[in-house]
Each structure stands twice: as structure tokens, then as C-alpha cells.
């Protein structure tokens, strides 16, 4: 059972990691999408570099659609958007993320309610 769990998870994090810092590549600043459309955009992007490194390793003169190849490749691809993402503003993103799991977490130990943002909420899916 805990093997099931772990490809699972695994998948999960070779599915999103990509898309997540394509999705930085494409769309750097906070302000361009919200959180749950940049996790929907993580996701598709995500699909989508998956097919395609799928695709360059399957190619019959490398011979090479196993896990490692796979994963290696996708590595490669991680560390190459990833810093893309730094050179184009996207760390941004991850700090303001960053920051707002650890209040959210400090909250919730503490028992302390929420409080309401000052900031009025923004209309549309954040594609402006």
C-alpha cells in the first residue's frame, strides 16, 4: 500500500514541479494569476512537458523510455525553468507562497482567527 502511495506521490511532484516553474517562465509576476489558476496552469503546463520529454525519450535511436532517463530528463528540464524563473522575476512568487503557508500554519497552531484582508478581492480568472 505504501508503495501505491509513493508512485503516487511521485507522479503528483514529476506532473506539477514542472508545470508549476514553466508557469513562473510564462507569468513572473504575483499579480498575474491568483493562486488556484496558477495551480490549474500548472497542472496543463505540466501535462504538457510531460508529453513532450515522454516523446524525446521515446525515440527509437535513444532507446531509453525507462523511469531513469525520464526522471533525468525532467530534472534537467526542472533546473533549466527554474532558472529561467529567477532570471525573469518568478522567486517572487514562491516567497510570497512561501510566506503565506507559514502564517497560515502559525494560525492555525496558535488558534488564533483569521483576519480579514484590507485588499478587496479580485474579479476574473487573473488572465489580465
Same mark, same amino acid.
Given at each position: 500500500? +505504501?508503495? &501505491? &502511495?509513493?508512485? %503516487?506521490? /511521485?507522479?503528483?511532484?514529476?506532473? %506539477? %514541479?514542472? *508545470?508549476?516553474?514553466?508557469? +513562473?517562465?510564462?507569468?513572473?509576476?504575483?499579480?498575474?494569476?491568483?493562486?488556484?489558476?496558477?495551480?490549474?496552469?500548472?497542472?496543463?503546463?505540466?501535462?504538457?512537458?510531460? &508529453?513532450?520529454? *515522454?516523446?524525446? %525519450?521515446?525515440?527509437?535511436? +535513444? !532507446? $531509453? /523510455?525507462?523511469?531513469?532517463?525520464?526522471? *533525468?530528463?525532467? /530534472?534537467?528540464?526542472? @533546473?533549466?525553468?527554474? &532558472?529561467?524563473?529567477?532570471? !525573469?522575476?518568478?522567486?517572487?512568487? @514562491?516567497?510570497?507562497?512561501? !510566506?503565506?503557508?507559514?502564517?497560515?500554519?502559525?494560525?492555525?497552531?496558535?488558534?488564533?482567527?483569521?483576519?480579514?484582508?484590507?485588499?478587496?478581492?479580485?474579479? #476574473? #480568472?487573473? $488572465?489580465?
Amino acid at each position: 500500500m +505504501l508503495d &501505491i &502511495i509513493g508512485y %503516487v506521490a /511521485l507522479g503528483l511532484f514529476l506532473l %506539477v %514541479v514542472p *508545470g508549476f516553474l514553466f508557469s +513562473l517562465v510564462l507569468y513572473p509576476k504575483l499579480e498575474s494569476l491568483d493562486f488556484w489558476a496558477r495551480v490549474g496552469v500548472s497542472l496543463g503546463l505540466g501535462a504538457l512537458l510531460l &508529453i513532450y520529454v *515522454g516523446l524525446f %525519450v521515446a525515440r527509437p535511436e +535513444l !532507446r $531509453m /523510455l525507462q523511469f531513469a532517463p525520464f526522471a *533525468g530528463v525532467t /530534472l534537467a528540464l526542472c @533546473v533549466a525553468l527554474a &532558472i529561467l524563473a529567477y532570471v !525573469r522575476g518568478g522567486a517572487e512568487v @514562491v516567497v510570497a507562497y512561501t !510566506r503565506a503557508a507559514v502564517r497560515s500554519l502559525r494560525k492555525s497552531t496558535t488558534g488564533e482567527p483569521e483576519k480579514k484582508s484590507q485588499e478587496p478581492p479580485r474579479q #476574473g #480568472g487573473g $488572465m489580465d
